[in-house]
């Protein structure tokens, strides 16, 4: 009995034409991830991909179907007539999407393997501590080697799968998301008078950060507009910031720390690691209304965009960022 032989590859079978490859389920999908997120920034942050693969994304898909489906503006992101319409069958395959994941959420809930993580050493000992240990009796299968240095660390040599940094200019390759909003300020024992201005604190013996023995020129402003430049004299520096803080509550000086070293941050109270107003030696911020320039104000949360990045360090930095999530400033 003969047999039919098997066509050779292609022959038989009707090729897809380039607008239907485009329009395949996962980029459907991604389309109606899009238009919800509202902003490929935050669809980026969603989706761990950086917005310039967002853009080439949607970019390839409207230049295959020969229609505009976004309407972009500096402001905001919308939906063109064709979008829309295109819209209502992709939240369709987005929602079949989801709930087949659903059915599969145990499974992919059992997280594991190592995680390398990079802090700086006050948000690493004060803030990230207390939440990797949270994290970690969800999922105990999950390990941590930990990098709380103020050292830079070179995320892709070291092989770093998470780094938690002070940065307004996060690398274009890696996904940011700000976890915690932080002002740097003036702390002191309760023994340490209250200041008025920052003038006031020429006179104080101050405790700075990698400072030395020359004058630091700092700037401050007011919570009303106010600003006022001041020459600060260390009376003790060094590259330990916890250390000067111990020296502080001791009442040695004034110490220039970002307040989440110091005062509990609102996530973390309960945790037998946060810091508390009952610990001993407390400090006070000595400059009430005041905060040091440092031209930095949030925490951000590195990764590599997928499929580089881990599904467990995108899982870490969701948590981490949940948790902190009222001291963390809109996204723009």
């Known amino acids: 009995m003969s047999t039919k032989p098997s066509p050779p590859p292609g022959v038989g079978r009707r090729r897809q034409t380039a607008a239907e490859e485009a329009l395949d389920a996962n980029a459907l999908e991604l389309f109606a991830r899009i238009a919800q997120a509202g902003s490929f920034a935050q669809a980026a942050r969603d989706l761990g991909l950086t917005r310039a693969a967002i853009s080439r994304r949607i970019a390839a898909i409207e230049a295959a179907v020969g229609l505009t489906l976004f309407a972009r503006s500096t402001r905001s992101l919308g939906l063109t007539e064709a979008g829309r ?19 599969l959420r145990h499974t992919r809930d059992q997280l594991d393997g190592t995680l390398r993580i990079s802090a700086t050493a006050g948000f690493g000992r004060h803030v990230l501590a207390p939440l990797l240990a949270r994290f970690q009796a969800r999922h105990p299968a999950v390990r941590y080697e930990l990098f709380f240095t103020d050292r830079r660390v070179d995320l892709l040599r070291e092989g770093i799968d998470i780094a938690f940094r002070m940065t307004s200019k996060p690398p274009e390759t ?25 003038q006031d604190l020429a006179s104080a013996p101050m405790l700075l950060l990698g400072q030395g023995e020359e004058p630091f020129a700092s700037q401050w402003q007011h919570e009303d507009g106010r600003r006022e430049d001041v020459a600060l004299q260390a009376s003790a520096w060094g590259s330990d910031l916890d250390g000067l803080i111990a020296l502080a509550r001791h009442g040695a000086g004034v110490v220039v720390a970002p307040d989440f070293c110091v005062e509990p941050v609102a996530a973390l109270q309960g945790d037998a690691v946060a810091p508390t107003s009952a610990s001993p030696n407390p400090l006070r911020n000595v400059l009430p209304g005041w905060q040091l320039q440092v031209g930095l104000d949030t925490v951000q949360a590195l990764t590599l965009p997928l499929p580089a990045g881990s599904e467990t360090a995108r899982a870490l930095v969701r948590f981490v960022r949940d948790a902190l999530l009222p001291r963390v400033s809109p996204p723009g």
């Open 174 to 198: 890696w996904v940011a998301q700000p976890v915690l909003r932080f002002e740097v300020r003036a702390y002191g024992a309760e023994s340490q008078s209250l200041r008025q201005t920052p």
């Open 85 to 103: 319409r295109l819209h209502t069958r992709a939240r369709a395959v987005r929602e079949a999407a989801e709930s087949a994941r659903l059915a």
